[in-house]
Nanobody, 120 residues
Framework: HVQLVESGGGLVQPGGSLRLSCAAS????????MSWVHQAPGKEKEGVAS????????YYHNKSLGRFTISRDKAKNTLYLTINNLKTEDTAVYYC??????????????WGQGTQVTIS
């Protein structure tokens, strides 16, 4: 079965950078979307960025443009999210998820357990 394991979260000062990782297993990267989704305290889950496993095409929520970079290492079956110039509003649980289409709020099929990012 598909397993997604996130890591890399923690407590970071504003202005810093962070790279989150998602180790994927149970499938080989083919034609679907690997995504990062965050959930801030008291808010709904919201997509941050997605990457198409077929051609590596990247898609960003308009709120994520400029500071967030999604990437992948096909050989390691690992997805990454780099966040630069961290802001307090980036505080959230960050999840790795899969989807058949680009989506920002629903339609995700597999989820990791999440990693907490706290900016303070």
């Amino acid at each position: 079965h598909v397993q997604l394991v996130e890591s890399g979260g923690g407590l970071v000062q504003p202005g810093g950078s962070l790279r989150l990782s998602c180790a994927a297993s149970g499938f080989t990267f083919s034609s679907f979307y690997m995504s990062w989704v965050h959930q801030a305290p008291g808010k709904e889950k919201e997509g941050v960025a997605s990457i198409y496993t077929g051609d590596g095409g990247q898609y960003y929520h308009n709120k994520s443009l400029g500071r967030f970079t999604i990437s992948r290492d096909k050989a390691k079956n690992t997805l990454y999210l780099t966040i630069n110039n961290l802001k307090t509003e980036d505080t959230a649980v960050y999840y790795c998820a899969t989807a058949r289409v680009v989506t920002w709020d629903y339609g995700y099929t597999d989820w990791g357990q999440g990693t907490q990012v706290t900016i303070s």
